[in-house]
Structure formats: structure tokens, C-alpha cells
């Protein structure tokens, strides 16, 4: 049997592919949208790619599952329980089979047993894996977003992201007694979870990228609980805002992401054309550090770096409207890359770095200043200070007069701060609120200045930091 793993660092994004040598097939579980990376993987070990199969409709990003049957004509392996609510609508051009509960597929020689694990979401399938070559029961199981490494998918995206009243709760029910039925597995089997540290699909997710049954029962902290109502309490209570992107992403998968062929290459657009796309409201995103942006930039544009793609521009970047970015070849690229997969295809051009030249008219640039030296701004209310921090962090500590909205939030709410006062925008270390700053500046605040060490630099500093509930302008 052959197990590959692959990992997006930046949406902590975990897929697989499983192949039989015997046969030479191979399925690729839970893949994401840019596909290459199997088909090179399935070529280089002498397979063909025969399936593609998903644990669930991912909100978080698009599918490629679509994408690698119309490159490779494979099966699609895909999820038949839930509502109607939760059916793919694409699939008769595509050779496919839905799945419930006690199903069973096979790659070869190895055998996949369908487990219906609802609570993330109403049609969440689990996947058990035996090798019928050597052995008769299964040796570890795909998770999704059922089971992660210390911790499990979170039940309330559906209410917050999707807009389906009333499922939280329900969800969070479903979730517990999910989770019965896995602690009965042998405690030797591995589980292969969708996602690890960094994503949105729950809260305290582990940074390895698998575990065992036997370990998650020792050390979740979400498998100790026998008490329903507490299970229930216990797992709503502290969870992440889920990106907006998050409602998009659910209808792109259920009715078909839109065919790629291939990564999209934008075409390179002359400099005398910014002037004109920014005058008439377009988006354009510089993908340079925060620390170059701020000494110099565009007026207009705004600033996500490439450790903000994707996620970021998911909260950011308006689907409806085309995008244009600005950074070298190379940035450029691999900001495509991470968009797309995010479905963000709508990207018109980009401006290699030579916009940025003199003869193109002046630079704007904000200010990057120590913790220390904005005390007394802060503490004598010189300056508005805006915490962009998430609600959670939010809450664990703020400093004392600091106004707070999330990030994701920002450019609907930036009118409420901008007037003749200085802006010092903080988050926890000075990375997010350097894109913060640029949403300000783009909207037309006259000084803004990014707290460099954010509010661990204030900490260390020794100077105050309140606990106490402030004023949070968290939703719209």
C-alpha cells in the first residue's frame, strides 16, 4: 500500500493519497484545488489517479475533486447523507458514487469502509482503512474535519458562515454522539485528520499531522466529556469567527468549482494603467511585506502579504469584483496560487514592482512605531487605538481605552474611526494590523501608525493592560 500526505500551510489544509501498487490505482482524499500536485506525485509512483473522494463540502476551500475528474476521468466518491441542503449538484457529467452510511469502495486492493460521522456538518463521511493485501480490519481512519489531532470540527458554521438558523446546537449534538461511536475503534488505529493548526474548521487544533485513536482518547480534552449538555457547552463556546469566504466556499463545492486546466497565469499589465483602475474603485492587493508597504505604496491599494494569502483575502477581497495585484513574478505567482484555491478567479492583471517608481508620482507610506513610544498617545487619548485582534484574543486581555473590531470586519467599519486623530492600529505582534493600517490609509484616514510588537511588545514593556470587557465592535 502506498500513503501520501500533502499539507497547505497556509489554509492548514491535510489531503491524501492512498494507491495500490498491485494495481497501480490511486485515490486522492479530500484534495484541493490545484491538482498538479498529484497528478506529478501519481505519475512519479507509476499510478493512475482512478478516484477522488470527500469526507464532507468543505467550507474553507475549493475542491479538487471536480477538477481531477475531468482531468483524469476518476470516480468521485462523495457524500449521500444529509438534507437536501447538503447534495452535490454537478455530478451527472461525471462518473460517480454517493455514499452512505456502511458503504464500501475499493482502490485495488485496499478497502474503504463508510462510516456517517455528522456534527461538523450533516453529510460528514469518515473513511476506515484496511489493506485486504495483509491484513482484515482497518488500520487507521480518515477523519475530515471530524477528529483532529486535540481537538474536533467545530458544529456552528453552518448558523455563523452558511446562514442556517438553528444548527449550532443541533450540530454540537450530533458531534457527541459522533464521537461515541469513534472511541469504540481500536486504539491502534491512525487517524489522518483534514486540517492541523491554523484553521478555522475548530479551535485548538494540533500542529502534527496525524495521531491514534488510543491518543486522542488519552489527551482530547473533547473525548473526555460523558455529560451531553457540557460536551454541547464546551464546544461552541470559543470559537474563531468563520471567514466570510467560508458561505462562498460551501456553494462553489456543492454545485462545482469552475474547471482550472492549470494554474491561471495573469497577464502583466503597463504602469499608466493603475492610476486609472484605482480611480475607478478597483481592488488591488500589494503583495509585499508589511514593513515594505509602509514605506512606500500606491494610494488606494491595500497590503496581504504572503503569509496573509489566503485566508486573509478571503475576508478581504470582494468575489464579485476583479482583482489586481502588485509584486514581482515569483509573489505574484504564488499569490495566485493561494487565491484561486480559495476561489478567487477573477484576477484581471498585475503590476510588477517597477509601479512603485518614481517617475509614476509620489508614494504614500504610514508610520511604524514602538509600543513605548505610543504610551502617551494611547494613555492620554492623543490617538484612537484600534485592537484588530480576533473576539477570543480580544477577550483575554486589551489595552485600557483600545476600541476592538476583527480584521475581516475592518473595511465596513472603518468609517466609525477615521477623523482628525492619529490611528495606531495593534494587533498581537504587529503582522495583522500592518493590513489593518493599509485598509485605514485606503480609506482615507490621514495618519495611521501600525504598533510594531502589537500588544506582546506593550505587555513586555510593562505597560497596562485591562481585562475587563471594553468596547467591541465586532459585527457589522
Not at 342 to 350: E, H, L
Request: with cysteine.
Amino acid at each position: 500500500m502506498f500513503l501520501k500526505y500533502f499539507y497547505d500551510q497556509k489554509l492548514a489544509h491535510a489531503s491524501y493519497m492512498v494507491g495500490c501498487q498491485a494495481t497501480g490505482e490511486a485515490l486522492v482524499i479530500d484534495p484541493g484545488r490545484d491538482v498538479d500536485i498529484y497528478l506529478k506525485t501519481a505519475a512519479s509512483n507509476d499510478f493512475r489517479v482512478t478516484g477522488a473522494a470527500e469526507t464532507h463540502i468543505h467550507a474553507d476551500f475549493v475542491s479538487g475533486a471536480r477538477e481531477l475528474a475531468e482531468r483524469t476521468g476518476a470516480r468521485l466518491y462523495l457524500s449521500d447523507e444529509g438534507d437536501e441542503n447538503w447534495k452535490y449538484t454537478y455530478l451527472d457529467d461525471y462518473d460517480h458514487r454517493l455514499l452512505k452510511e456502511g458503504d464500501e469502495f475499493r482502490v485495488g486492493r485496499i478497502r474503504l469502509e463508510v462510516w456517517h460521522t455528522p456534527g461538523h456538518t450533516p453529510e460528514h463521511l469518515s473513511f476506515l482503512l484496511t489493506d485486504t493485501a495483509g491484513a482484515d480490519r482497518p488500520m487507521g481512519v480518515f477523519t475530515g474535519d471530524f477528529v483532529f489531532v486535540g481537538s474536533v470540527g467545530r458544529p456552528d458554521l453552518l448558523e455563523k458562515a452558511a446562514g442556517y438558523a438553528d444548527t449550532a446546537v443541533a450540530g454540537a449534538r450530533q458531534m457527541f454522539h459522533s464521537l461515541q461511536r469513534f472511541k469504540q475503534l481500536s486504539d491502534f488505529m491512525q487517524v489522518w485528520p483534514a486540517h492541523g493548526a491554523g484553521s478555522a474548521c475548530g479551535k485548538g487544533l494540533g500542529a502534527i499531522p496525524s495521531s491514534t485513536v488510543g491518543y486522542e482518547k488519552m489527551f482530547n480534552a473533547a473525548l473526555s466529556y460523558e455529560d451531553e449538555e457540557q460536551f454541547v457547552e464546551m464546544l461552541l463556546e470559543g470559537q474563531p469567527e468563520p471567514p466570510k469566504y467560508f458561505a462562498v466556499m460551501k456553494r462553489v463545492n456543492k454545485e462545482g468549482p469552475p474547471l482550472l486546466h492549470g494554474r491561471p497565469q495573469p497577464v502583466r499589465l503597463a504602469a499608466e494603467q493603475l492610476p486609472q483602475l484605482i480611480e475607478a474603485g478597483a481592488a488591488v492587493i500589494d503583495t509585499r511585506s508589511g514593513r515594505a508597504f509602509a514605506a512606500g505604496h500606491i494610494a488606494g491599494t491595500i497590503n496581504i502579504p504572503d503569509w496573509g494569502m489566503p485566508a486573509w483575502a478571503g475576508w478581504l477581497v470582494d468575489y464579485e469584483k476583479p482583482l489586481y495585484l502588485i509584486g514581482d513574478e515569483a509573489r505574484v505567482a504564488e499569490a495566485v496560487r493561494a487565491l484561486v484555491y480559495i476561489g478567487i478567479d477573477n484576477i484581471a492583471g498585475y503590476f510588477d514592482l517597477d509601479v512603485l517608481a518614481e517617475k509614476n508620482g509620489p508614494l504614500q507610506s504610514y508610520e511604524r512605531l514602538p509600543a513605548e513610544q505610543l504610551a502617551d498617545m494611547i494613555l492620554n487619548h492623543k490617538a484612537t487605538l484600534l485592537d484588530i485582534r480576533a473576539e477570543e484574543e480580544w477577550q483575554s486581555g486589551r489595552i485600557p481605552g483600545a476600541h476592538h473590531v476583527m480584521l475581516g470586519y475592518l473595511p465596513e467599519r472603518a468609517a466609525d474611526f477615521i477623523n482628525d486623530k492619529p490611528i495606531v492600529v495593534q494587533c498581537r505582534s504587529g503582522n495583522r494590523s500592518a493590513i489593518g493600517a493599509s485598509i485605514l490609509q485606503a480609506k482615507g484616514a490621514r495618519r495611521v501608525i501600525n504598533m510594531e510588537g502589537g500588544i506582546r511588545a506593550w505587555s513586555r514593556a510593562g505597560l497596562p493592560v485591562d481585562s475587563a470587557r471594553g468596547d467591541s465592535h465586532l459585527r457589522k
